[in-house]
């Protein structure tokens, strides 16, 4: 069983630019979640992709966006970045919405400069 | 709204001896409680979680957790800690069926550290 793979696992950007961060669901999982983590802090939701819709989204702005495919892979797009986007993104799957168990991926390191 | 405070920044305790962290919520329903550990550089690992019935929960690596609807805690426990257990920890907590999709509310964590 193959579990939740991220890439790019580190990255660097200036101000300004856009990023893309993918994420591959463990077999079997239709859900996938998105949690920014910045440095010394808990992983805050950004949202959720249910069925390929987003079904749930934190308190994030709209430059934040994602998309889930059909296999159920993820990405998270973020527009004019700003230095405070500097975070560990992590990406988690489950089975369903409301299993409670999610499996987290290893995260991609994103540095704004 | 819900949350979860992890009162501890950071832990030092003995390798071998017993160790508790402690985690309190606030959330309005029955909350769905987990334990997530970190290892530098890595991602989440579920140790254990809290839907309903017996309140002592038992997870992986030796370690469980008590929930205490009355004091609003979810603390973890383990009674001989490893160097191994060295890692950050993360308390959370689970939004109901009510909401229509699953987000899970992280407290801002604990690092532990152990000593030979």
């Known amino acids: 069983e193959t579990g939740v793979t991220q890439s790019p696992t580190h990255l660097i950007k200036t101000r300004g630019q856009q990023v893309t961060l993918r994420c591959s669901s463990q077999?079997?999982?239709?859900?996938v979640s998105w949690y920014q983590q910045a440095l010394g802090q808990g992983p805050q939701f950004i949202f959720q992709?249910?069925?390929?819709?987003?079904?749930g989204r934190g308190n994030f702005p709209p430059r934040f966006s994602g998309l889930q495919f059909p296999n159920y892979s993820s990405e998270l797009n973020v527009n004019a970045l700003e230095l405070d986007d500097s975070a560990l993104y992590l990406c988690?799957?489950?089975?369903?919405?409301?299993?409670?168990?999610?499996?987290f991926g290893e995260g991609s390191r994103l540095t704004v400069l | 709204a819900q949350s979860v405070t992890q009162p501890d920044i950071h832990i030092t305790v003995s390798e071998g001896a017993s160790l508790e962290l402690r985690c309190n919520y606030s959330?309005?329903?029955?909350?769905?409680l987990f334990w997530y550990v970190q290892s530098p550089g890595q991602g989440l690992q579920l140790l254990l979680k809290?839907?309903?019935?017996?309140?002592l929960v038992q997870g992986i690596k030796g370690f469980e957790a008590e929930f205490k609807r009355s004091q609003s805690s979810f603390n973890l426990r383990k009674p001989s800690v490893h160097w191994s257990d060295a890692a950050e920890y993360f308390c959370?907590?689970?939004?109901?069926?009510?909401?229509?999709?699953?987000?899970?509310?992280f407290g801002t964590g604990t690092r532990l550290l152990v000593s030979p």
């Open positions: 992709y249910y069925r390929e819709e987003e079904n």
């Open positions: 988690a799957s489950s089975s369903g919405l409301y299993t409670g168990e999610l499996f």
């Open positions: 959370a907590v689970g939004a109901s069926r009510n909401t229509g999709f699953q987000k899970l509310v």
């Open positions: 809290y839907f309903s019935g017996d309140t």
């Open positions: 077999s079997g999982h239709n859900t």
């Open positions: 959330y309005g329903a029955t909350p769905y």
